[in-house]
């Protein structure tokens, strides 16, 4: 059964604070995402990796950093936490270099509620 | 980006009656892929569609790829309690990344 596991379901954090989300996928595919779901928005794409230690901006990049080290886990990195950026925060796999499959399944964690104080 | 619209974004209906939620976007999309999010969990694929005009079904549910690809539907025939939830298109640019639109909460009442 593949598997995309974020560490915490929910967290609470003081504006200023450094936060680490962190992901990890067992299914040993290329690409992962962080996306951030807010009600009436959908899904928006804060970052995406296609190769460890390779990172690519996604649509809402600011105020956010992210770390590949290991082909398995992504982490998103709240560099100062805001009151806006309290939101579901959802990861995800994929499988498919730019070479190979396209129109692939990507697997979603069970994501992260964040409210920052 | 690329935008995807989706609607209605809200939806209730009666278990029993039929319903279609639309996808459409001004951008040509190499996939598109519906999904669906419970609560408390993250979205699961339903389908894949990538050719223009295909038409896929699953069970009580059919999707429809538009022509030109830029535009998808998802309709449910005989809708079921346990069809609630909230559906997700999303159009995949290239062989990584996906543009989501903003989702349909469906309720379907008993």
């Known amino acids: 059964d593949v598997k995309v596991t974020q560490s915490s379901r929910y967290l609470v954090k003081r504006t200023g604070e450094k936060v680490f989300l962190e992901c990890v996928q067992d299914?040993?595919?290329?690409?992962m995402f962080w996306y951030r779901q807010d009600p009436g928005l959908g899904l928006r794409l804060i970052y995406f990796s296609y190769d460890v230690k390779m990172k690519e901006k996604g649509d809402i990049p600011e105020g956010y950093s992210v770390s590949r080290e290991k082909k398995e886990r992504f982490s998103l990195i709240l560099e100062s936490a805001s009151t806006n950026q309290t939101s579901m925060y959802l990861c995800a796999s994929k499988e498919g270099a730019i070479s190979r499959v396209m129109n692939t399944e990507a697997f979603f964690g069970q994501g992260t509620r964040l409210t920052v104080v | 980006t690329q935008l995807l619209e989706q609607s209605p974004q809200f939806l209730s209906i009666q278990e029993g009656e039929n319903l279609t939620v639309y996808c459409n976007s001004s951008s040509v999309f190499s996939s598109l892929q519906w999904y669906r999010q419970e609560p408390g969990e993250g979205p699961v694929l339903l389908v894949t569609v990538v050719t223009g005009g295909e038409v896929k079904k699953l069970k009580r549910l059919t999707f429809q790829f538009g022509d030109a690809r830029k535009d998808s539907s998802l309709h449910i025939t005989a809708a079921q309690p346990g069809d609630t939830g909230l559906y997700l298109c999303a159009g995949g640019q290239g062989a990584q990344k996906l543009v989501f639109g903003q989702g349909t909460r469906l309720t379907i009442n008993p």
């Open positions: 299914m040993d595919h290329e690409n």
